[in-house]
């Protein structure tokens, strides 16, 4: 059996269709949502990537164009949040800004992935919220017209920082995640 989302997730189809099945052969009565403490819907992932690709980069009024390789940045584990929850703001930092998100939950692992099959490991969706103190991840731009650098761990990686969910959309529940419209 499935001990966690996890285990879950690595379960495949199996695991959708014995989901499917035992919620249609036993219907359990509606649970109240706030007589529940949610967790995140993947409550200890191995690994939170975030891609920095949607948007140019603004630094001292400068504006430097869309990388054409995207920038990777983690969350570690320790970063997420519940829904609801409640996020930690240091007291080192004065500058907290939040960007509402789309989170890709990977179901399977893979490397060398084309293109073309990408889609094909994602499991599902959720709403994750990235939190990020500015004032921690400036680092002094060495060139004049270079890209400026950040410290992504101290600006985006901090502990309870990172809401996400309510809920995990399985891949089959959403037809074009493309179409989806998030607010914050």
Known sequence: MFNDVISFLRGGEAARRLASQLIHDSPTPAVPLDSVQLRPPVPNPSKVLCILANSKIRSNGAKFPVPAEPTFFNKFSSCLVASGGSIVIPKISRTVENEIELALVIGKEGKYISRE??????????????ISFRDLGKVPVVQKDMEPLKDWLRNKSLDASAPMGPCLALQDEI??????????
């Open 175 to 184: 037809r074009d995640p493309h179409q989806l419209r998030l607010t914050l």
């Open 117 to 130: 099959n990408a889609m094909d490991y994602v499991a599902g969706y959720s709403v994750f919220n990235d």
